[in-house]
């Protein structure tokens, strides 16, 4: 049992499996999908206000819900919990988003009985540091972390007495409410800083536009066959095929990211030399090809390490005598903000980059080399301030969000 700290009278440490019932979902293979039914949650579906998003996901029939899963359905006002990768991400079950069913990496919590825990008390302990400290101590996984059953009955969670608990929450609703509107404050000037930068990719691009000729993307890359390159198919790429060193394979957190320094996997020169159609050079651009952060992109830096794209990414190489990378960035994103791949996308749950012949067929407006040296000055200026403006109000964010787990963490210690 994990006691740090000596507890006001009347409160108790308890095993979690004590008072909380907890389940994890089962392990749903893709053939057992489809396009209606029940809807499977998983961590996509969970929004940032610890709500549920259930129009993008994927369902399960009914009859095979009825056979072998009825048990995972929830229920109104589960907490759910991410297990895998996002850990210890949050949402609650709201009568509108049933039924709905678990799915593998969520495990929902409710108290056993809610004369001696109360729910909200619970959810409160559920995002707070102290729960945070004993998964974290207990996940499996090197490349992504998890906690399951096994660990959560290791686990204990701090029990005062119920009408001690009702105060606690009170006095968190109350905190926690100011504390999130600067929050939320804070965010939306973030969110307008990107408006406005959109807002500015759009003008330039639409007097780029107005004045210069368009040039198919198939004609600003190299004349290699290799300058636009979808990574290679997962059976090309296993994990098995990973070595501990050797030529890097480039994953979606670079392009995320635009960070370098991680180095996760490798394979040997015979694999490499193998997949040479896929390999990355100086100022190639890397573009995400899936999910949330499809069209996210950078620029492979001058000190890289040699290596290939993985399946997720998408690899272009510019002919920087025609177009200037940065000015393809500045293009890329204005293409995004103008919703090019809400207009591509065909009802998939999840959104992919659509297919290279009809990228190569994108227009771009692209004027001479030194007109377009002059955007890319003029839009860096700009980008620059808006990030500082963003920088500022994110640090403001996080130590707002630092005061709330302070104040769980006294509130836990009863010293709030």
Request: with cysteine; aromatic share 10%; glycine share 6%.
């Amino acid at each position: 049992m994990n006691e740090l700290y000596e507890l006001p009278d009347g409160w108790e440490y308890k095993d979690l499996k004590e008072v909380v019932f907890f389940q994890e979902g089962p392990g749903i293979l893709k053939k057992q999908m489809s396009k209606e039914g029940i809807p499977l949650l998983n961590i996509r579906t969970f929004n940032k206000d610890e709500t549920l998003n259930l129009k993008d996901t994927n369902f399960l029939p009914l009859e095979t819900i009825e056979k072998k899963y009825s048990h995972f359905l929830v229920e109104e006002n589960d907490i759910l919990v991410a297990s895998s990768g996002s850990l210890g991400k949050m949402a609650v079950v709201r009568k509108c988003d049933l039924p709905a069913v678990l799915n593998t990496s969520i495990i929902r919590f409710r108290p056993n009985d809610v004369l001696t825990l109360d729910r909200e008390y619970l959810k409160y302990f559920l995002n707070s540091d102290n729960f945070s400290n004993q998964y974290n101590k207990a996940y499996t996984g090197t490349a992504i972390k998890n906690f399951g059953p096994t660990h959560l009955k290791k686990m204990n969670i701090i029990v005062p007495p119920l009408s001690e608990q009702q105060k606690i929450v009170s006095k968190l609703d109350n905190l926690f409410e100011k504390i999130d509107k600067s929050i939320a404050l804070h965010q939306k000037n973030m969110d307008d800083a990107d408006v406005f930068m959109g807002s500015v990719l759009n003008d330039i691009f639409e007097e780029l536009e107005g004045k210069y000729k368009y040039t198919k993307m198939k004609d600003v890359v190299t004349k290699e066959k290799t300058s636009i390159k979808r990574g290679p198919f997962g059976s090309a790429l296993k994990k098995s095929f990973f070595v501990e060193s050797g030529y890097l394979v480039y994953e979606q957190y670079h392009a995320l990211n635009n960070d370098f320094s991680m180095e996760r996997y490798f394979i040997n020169e015979d694999k490499f030399n193998e997949l040479k159609g896929f390999e990355v050079k100086s100022g190639d651009i890397i573009i995400s090809c899936s999910g949330v952060y499809l069209g996210k992109l950078a620029i492979i830096p001058n000190d890289y390490t040699k290596g290939i794209i993985n399946q997720a990414l998408l690899k272009l190489t510019l002919d920087k005598d025609i177009i200037i990378d940065k000015i393809f960035v500045y293009f890329w994103n204005n293409l995004m903000n103008n919703g090019f791949f809400n207009a591509v996308k065909k009802g998939a749950a999840i959104p992919n980059m659509p297919p290279v012949k009809q990228l190569k067929e994108i227009d771009i407006p692209l004027p001479p080399i030194q007109i377009q040296q002059k955007v890319v000055k003029y839009l860096d200026e700009i980008s620059q301030k808006i990030e500082k403006i963003k920088s500022v109000q994110k640090e403001k964010m996080e130590s707002l969000v630092a005061l709330k787990a302070s104040i769980l963490d006294q509130a836990f210690k009863g010293e709030l």
